[in-house]
């Protein structure tokens, strides 16, 4: 890994970007960006785009069968770009990318980032990737403190469900949860457990005063027994589940009885995952504002003359932004087109109530008023108070479906999915195209689940202090083989009996025993408005 002032080439390059990023407006954190070959590059991406990650078996395991597959030709080591958003921000450049290649990636990194600074989910926290560094030496640390079996078990426990975060569901942490800010747990004072104090004589070192302290071996480890039973009372006491809970990793980060090495892990699984969430709800938007930058300050630096390679630039730029079907999402595609045509709306005054009352097809058609407004400032603001799905709702028309061929699918592929004749709206030998009314229907049902069974925490004491889970039907039944296992090891994190509701079934995973049983289907609705109501959200009959 090479900072990139070690070439001084792309160093110019880089200066050059950033002044026409700030000709533009832009408004970005610091972004630091570095130089790596292929292997470096597979390594990172290992990592989840972080610089550093805690010793573990899978990752050398993945890493030495991926460099296998690179060296064998198998699979590409040519990673275009890899950038990790935050104050400041970390992007890894590929050694072997031309300099117009090199120029573009820093172009399309500056869009990211300023994507990330404004967007309402705020996807750009200070100092995020230093954090998940100082995490990693703490998880090392517990290693050795945990030994080597239980810290492998715990960690494959928690890797299990890391899936199940969700931090910007209507149902995260915060809106699912009261917390007590005083707790009523207070630990009786006895003769076995009272700690005597003594004062510090030394006002700046405590290390001296504890050695001239009269404890005995005795007392510091009565007083470490009687902390611990207070941290794991505590821990499931303090708050109430108002609502379901979607953010099932978080839940149990912050509520179910960790040591400090268990905390650890969680911490940083946690923290180097939940941005996957952001890109999830924001990726059309996203790619498509760093392309719509790309493109422009790309062209300032061939009109200027500080690269060549205009026309490989342009094969790079139309095979990224190819269109595809919808059901494969490209959002490279969507999304630079889609501000494209959000950006020619405000210029023809079309995001106005009167456009919108006009009457006249006609007038519509050939519609263009002077409103004032700046384009790019508005478009701004919708990245303010947005996400993709209200993104879509909006501006995606049914006209726009077909202009970007959203809607055309193969003719052999559309017989292979066996669509039905009544979606279909017109075809030739080559192609059909569907019906855009259940294209944007579809799109739209994509950010209720993200292609995910939506899993939620409805009781901490269920059956006496177990963990009941709830799967929301939405026609996307539970992998049978995967519900056993996945309860095994949340119970491992819960330490106790673990219980999932799904359609008519219980299953359970308490005392190491794994049971099914048929119940009363429950509806989401009825546990929602049994929790509201401060009771039980179900009981077994």
């Excluded at 500056?110 to 404004?118: D, I, K, R, T």
């Excluded at 030739?428 to 689940?449: E, R, Y």
Aim: hydrophobic letters at 35%; glycine letters at 4%; proline letters at 4%.
């Amino acid at each position: 890994m090479l900072s990139i002032k070690s070439d001084p080439r792309i160093y110019e390059l880089y200066q050059r970007v950033l002044h026409h990023a700030k000709t533009f407006g832009r408004h970005f954190p610091e972004i630091r960006f570095f130089i790596l070959d292929g292997l470096e590059f597979a390594s990172l991406l290992e990592k989840n785009v972080y610089p550093a990650s805690p010793l573990n078996i899978w990752e050398g395991k993945r890493m030495v069968n991926k460099k296998r597959r690179i060296e064998t030709g198998a699979e590409s080591s040519l990673y275009y770009e890899v950038v990790q958003t935050g104050n400041p921000a970390y992007a890894y450049l590929n050694k072997f990318n031309t300099p117009m290649t090199q120029a573009s990636v820093m172009a399309h990194v500056v869009g990211h980032c300023e994507f990330s600074e404004l967007n309402i989910l705020k996807d750009s926290s200070r100092d995020r990737s230093e954090y998940v560094m100082f995490l990693v030496r703490k998880v090392d640390l517990s290693r050795n403190q945990m030994g080597e079996y239980h810290y492998l078990n715990y960690w494959n426990a928690c890797e299990s469900a890391v899936d199940l975060i969700a931090p910007n569901s209507q149902f995260n942490l915060e809106r699912s949860l009261d917390t007590e800010t005083l707790m009523s747990y207070k630990v009786e004072e006895t003769s076995e457990n009272k700690v005597k104090t003594t004062k510090s004589l030394m006002p700046f070192s405590s290390t001296l005063s504890f050695m001239i302290t009269s404890k005995t071996k005795t007392d510091v480890f009565k007083e470490e027994v009687n902390k611990k039973r207070r941290q794991e009372n505590l821990s499931r006491v303090g708050y109430t589940l108002k609502a379901p809970c979607q953010d099932v990793f978080n839940f149990l980060r912050n509520y179910a009885p960790t040591s400090k090495g268990e905390k650890a892990i969680m911490d940083y699984l946690y923290t180097t995952h939940y941005p996957q969430d952001f890109v999830l709800r924001t990726q059309i938007m996203n790619e498509g504002w760093a392309m719509y930058w790309e493109k422009k300050i790309m062209l300032e630096l061939f009109k200027e003359k500080s690269v060549k390679g205009i026309i490989e630039y342009a094969k790079i730029f139309s095979g990224v932004c190819y269109p595809r079907p919808y059901f494969y999402r490209n959002p490279y595609h969507l999304g630079y087109n889609l501000w494209n045509h959000i950006e020619q709306l405000y210029k023809d005054g079309k995001v106005t109530l009167e456009y919108q009352e006009e009457k006249d097809i006609e007038k519509k058609e050939y519609w263009k008023k002077e409103t004032g407004i700046n384009p790019i400032k508005a478009m701004e603001h919708l990245i303010e108070t947005i996400t993709d799905y209200e993104f879509l709702r909006r501006f995606l028309s049914h006209d726009l479906i077909h202009e970007l061929h959203l809607n055309r699918i193969d003719k052999r592929y559309a017989e292979y999915l066996r669509i039905p004749e009544k979606n279909i709206v017109d075809a030739d030998k080559n192609w059909v195209w569907l019906d855009p009314v259940l294209v944007k229907t579809d799109m739209l049902n994509f950010f209720t689940h993200f292609g995910r069974p939506r899993i939620f925490v409805i009781d901490t004491n269920f059956m006496d202090g177990g963990l009941l889970l709830y799967h929301r039907d939405d026609n996307r039944e539970l992998r049978k083989d995967w519900i056993k296992p996945t309860l095994q090891n949340i119970n491992i994190i819960w330490k106790n009996s673990v219980h999932i509701i799904s359609k008519g079934m219980l299953y359970s995973f308490s005392g190491g025993k794994y049971s099914e049983t048929n119940i009363r289907p429950v509806s989401f609705e009825e546990i929602t408005e049994r929790m509201q109501k401060n009771q039980k959200p179900f009981r077994v009959e």
